[in-house]
């Protein structure tokens, strides 16, 4: 029989407490004023029933941003219930804490020590470690704010046993949540980003913004701005769903952080000045000045935008900006004192940096370098205050002529952002975290190459691309999770990508996969890195390394200033720095090159469709050899070390004319490509080989079983065999692996990037945490060898994630190849190598002899070690 019993007050109480447990602030009000009426019907609820019920309304009341109403019904709690004074104070502890003010601490603490039996603030006899879970969670809070770290996690620690013990498991989520936002604060992104994790597992179908808000955080401390962005939004939403206030301002906050690092200043100001009007209102003195500086930082990124746009005729806009800024350096030195005046000393320095940079764009040199010298920042510090106060030194430095002092300042910043990368074992937060050295980089590089200096531009050159050049390969260890997760997103995107091909989209199927990609890319960002990082090479070791292992090459390091391409070149016996061509027609000509090729891969096409594509592309492809044909008058007719990033990276070199079946690699560093030379002479097939044919290659099998037959005791996988997991099992380790698969690159999240095998796509995730790794991989029917370049500057795609893990040669198409193109290719390729040809020079080789037989071009590079 259904018990219809009507809920009593205690019951709707404790309903109201699980609501609010789960963020659900506006349902937890509800059910605390249900619980209130259900007082005044009930004689048997005595007056610690209605104290406990004012207590939790006044809490929640105060989530939603109405901390007087909140002080209010604390006061009546104490009136009705004076046993209730310890959670009372709990209550007012928090709801202080929320507003900043510093009268939080006196309240929590007596709190506590009433609830830990240990003075005479009066315990109602039911309260218990729930109540002294919530008084120690809130102090932990408080003790992060201040910067109280060891503290901090003392009593978070002690929140999360007394919430054990009261069966919270709501509160247990949130103290091992903030054990991992304390872990952030200490400076471990992997161990806050694995704590985070193992929280959200407790309660896993609980949507908690503050939760979501601080992993943003978390990920916007890495450089991971897409997905600080995710996080951000799904915070937003469950804030303005629960009217959650404070915390809604607080998320305006991370939002115009990430407007910042994206270059709009303007939707950054946008979000911080929202948050300076919700703080204002609520009465949050510190909160609204740490907004304001928030607003200001904005105002100096879109200063720094219409700095790069002056052109030296524009008297009356540089006259107005200038005056601008005079009035943002006012702002900031007065909003540093009114920071200090409250007790935030570090945030107060921050906005002396600002009234700094503000001077120095105002034209006042002396009065910014005053201002900067008395400014300290400590080592303790977030790395961007850090990396900011170095770049406004640098800078002031430099406008006074110093130089020398100038790029001193530029190169500590970046030297703490490499050791900061170092902390990391993804690839994917190696390289996303670049992008707060972004400005650093520039300054450095653009100074370097105004000097016209080889050595200073190889120095910036290979400092801008820190992850690429001075950290160790990332080789995570093997996790039978990651991996299983891995096995089940390859089988998910599988069924998802046929639907779609079927004309009719799976969205179960595509949730499935969006969601499997969030937790194969959380797990990997959980692993910490070696902590190493390695000095650049100099001019001078460069040129010996060549002039010792290959002194008929040369190496040509591509990159972008001021909309141009610029070159350094070097060889044995000198080097030049050269400004190539407009950036813009650069690109151009090679997209058009790409859809000639792709077009021309396909071989279904009408022959005067073919031939138009074929005259096209020779000319464009003409035209590309025009453009870099001077780099060629400093190196001589030897093999080519290309090292770039980016879409320069995936130009299809051995195809230029210029070059003219000219041996070429390719890597993302001079660092890289010098590093590789005279890695081939043991030869990768001597250590094992496999060949693998994907699906739907139309010669794939023909292909592979050729390759097979070249080479002595090669494993050889096709049809239903070649499975993700039947491939890593049978790398071997130093040995060569060929594929010949259909490809995908993910330009979203290029280690999601991919060949297609039985199973479906094995990924760029599945090989750093591989056991064994090949020395060589051949990729003969795709275009993976497309890049992405993260704002930073540092490249990411299938070949990138490779080639950082360890494996020291890949062979990849940049563009679209016709398999019967690839199979001439690629056997003729191996027949060479069998030779001793070296992998450039034996992929040139082939390169020109499929062209010569099909009339067909092989869009093929080799990247890493070549030669």
Avoid at 135 to 154: E, F, K, S, T, Y
Avoid at 281 to 306: I, M, Q, Y
Wanted: charge should be neutral.
């Amino acid at each position: 029989m259904t018990d219809r019993r009507a809920p009593s007050a205690t019951d709707l109480w404790k309903l109201a407490r699980e609501a609010g447990d789960r963020s659900h602030q506006s349902t937890a009000v509800r059910l605390c004023l249900r619980a209130l009426r259900r007082v005044e019907s009930d004689p048997t609820a005595g007056p610690e029933v209605r104290a406990q019920i004012l207590v939790t309304l006044a809490c929640y009341q105060s989530e939603l941003g109405k901390p007087a109403d909140a002080l209010a019904l604390l006061d009546e709690a104490s009136a009705v219930d004076p046993s209730s004074e310890a959670a009372v104070l709990t209550a007012r502890g928090m709801v202080l804490l929320r507003s900043g003010d510093p009268g939080a601490a006196v309240a929590l603490d007596r709190a506590i020590e009433a609830l830990s039996g240990v003075t005479t603030v009066t315990a109602r006899p039911g309260a218990g470690p729930s109540d002294l879970a919530s008084a120690l969670l809130n102090r932990g809070l408080l003790h992060m704010m201040d910067g109280r770290l060891q503290q901090a996690q003392r009593d978070t620690e002690a929140a999360e046993r007394a919430a054990r013990e009261s069966a919270r498991p709501g509160v247990v989520l949130m103290a091992r949540h903030n054990l991992g936002y304390v872990t952030f604060l200490s400076g471990d992104l992997p161990g806050a980003l694995q704590a985070m994790s193992t929280a959200a597992a407790i309660l896993p179908d609980a949507k908690h913004g503050v939760q979501a808000m601080d992993r943003a955080k978390v990920l916007l401390s890495a450089g991971l701005l897409a997905e600080a962005e995710e996080f951000t939004d799904e915070a937003l939403e469950a804030f303005r769903v629960n009217r959650a206030i404070p915390d809604l301002a607080e998320a305006c906050l991370v939002k115009a952080e990430l407007r910042l690092l994206n270059r709009n200043g303007s939707s950054a100001r946008t979000f911080a000045r929202r948050a300076v009007r919700i703080y204002r209102h609520r009465g949050n003195v510190p909160a609204t000045l740490t907004s304001r500086l928030l607003a200001l930082r904005a105002d100096a990124a879109l200063r720094a935008s219409r700095r790069s746009d002056y052109r030296p005729h524009d008297q009356r806009r540089l006259a107005a900006d200038r005056r601008r800024a005079t009035a943002n350096a006012a702002e900031a030195a007065a909003l540093s004192v009114e920071l200090g005046a409250v007790g935030l000393a570090d945030q107060a320095a921050i906005a002396d940096l600002f009234a700094a940079e503000a001077l120095l764009d105002a034209g006042d040199v002396a009065g910014a370098e005053i201002m900067v010298k008395a400014v300290t920042i400590d080592r303790s510090a977030p790395l961007a205050t850090r990396l900011h106060r170095r770049l406004v030194a640098g800078r002031i430095e430099l406008a006074a002529g110093r130089r020398s002092t100038g790029l001193t300042e530029i190169r500590r910043g970046l030297d703490d952002l490499v050791d900061f990368q170092a902390r990391f074992g993804s690839q994917d937060l190696q390289s996303a975290a670049s992008i707060h050295g972004r400005d650093l980089a520039n300054l450095g590089l653009r100074t370097a190459a105004s000097t016209g200096s080889p050595a200073a531009i190889l120095e910036w050159l290979e400092r801008s691309r820190a992850a690429s050049t001075r950290l160790p390969a990332v080789r995570p260890p093997a996790d039978p999770v990651l991996a299983e997760e891995l096995g089940a997103l390859r089988v998910a995107d599988e069924q998802a990508r046929a639907a779609l091909l079927a004309g009719k989209r799976d969205p179960a199927a595509d949730r499935r996969v969006a969601e499997l990609r969030r937790r194969v890319r959380a797990r990997s960002w959980t692993v910490s890195g070696s902590g190493r990082a390695d000095r650049p090479p100099s001019l001078t070791a460069v040129r010996r390394l060549l002039a010792q292992r290959r002194p008929d090459a040369g190496v040509v390091a591509l990159f972008v200033l001021g909309g141009k391409i610029h070159a350094l070149v070097i060889s044995p016996h000198r080097a030049a720095h050269l400004v190539l061509a407009e950036r813009a027609v650069v690109e151009g000509y090679r997209h058009r090159v790409q859809s000639d090729l792709d077009l021309l891969a396909d071989e279904r096409i009408p022959a005067r469709l073919a031939k138009v594509a074929a005259g096209s592309m020779a000319g464009t492809l003409g035209r590309l050899s025009d453009a870099f044909a001077p780099v060629l008058e400093v190196i001589g007719s030897g093999p080519l070390l290309i090292a770039a990033v980016g879409e320069l990276a995936t130009v299809p070199w051995m195809l230029l004319p210029c070059m003219d079946n000219r041996p070429v690699t390719v890597s993302s560093s001079v660092t890289r490509a010098v590093a590789g030379l005279g890695q081939t002479a043991d030869l990768a097939a001597e250590h094992g080989v496999l060949v693998v044919a994907g699906p739907d290659v139309t010669n794939g099998d023909k292909e592979a079983s050729a390759i097979a037959r070249l080479h002595r005791n090669a494993l050889l996988l096709t049809g239903q065999e070649a499975t993700g997991r039947a491939v890593l099992d049978a790398i071997p380790s130093g040995g060569l692996m060929h594929v010949a698969a259909h490809g995908h690159h993910e330009r979203g999240n290029p280690l999601f990037s991919g060949v297609k095998l039985a199973d479906g796509l094995l990924f760029g995730y599945d090989f750093a945490p591989n056991p064994s790794l090949p020395g060589q991989v051949v990729l003969s029917s795709c275009d993976v060898g497309q890049t992405d370049e993260r704002p930073g500057g540092e490249p990411l795609g299938l070949v990138a994630a490779l080639v950082r893990s360890g494996v020291p040669t890949v062979i990849t198409g940049t563009s679209m190849i016709a398999d019967s193109v690839a199979e001439v290719t690629m056997v003729g390729y191996h027949e060479l190598l069998l030779s001793g040809a070296a992998p450039a020079e034996a992929l040139a080789a082939a390169v020109a002899v499929a062209r010569a037989e099909t009339g067909l071009p092989a869009p093929f590079s080799c990247f890493g070690a070549g030669l």
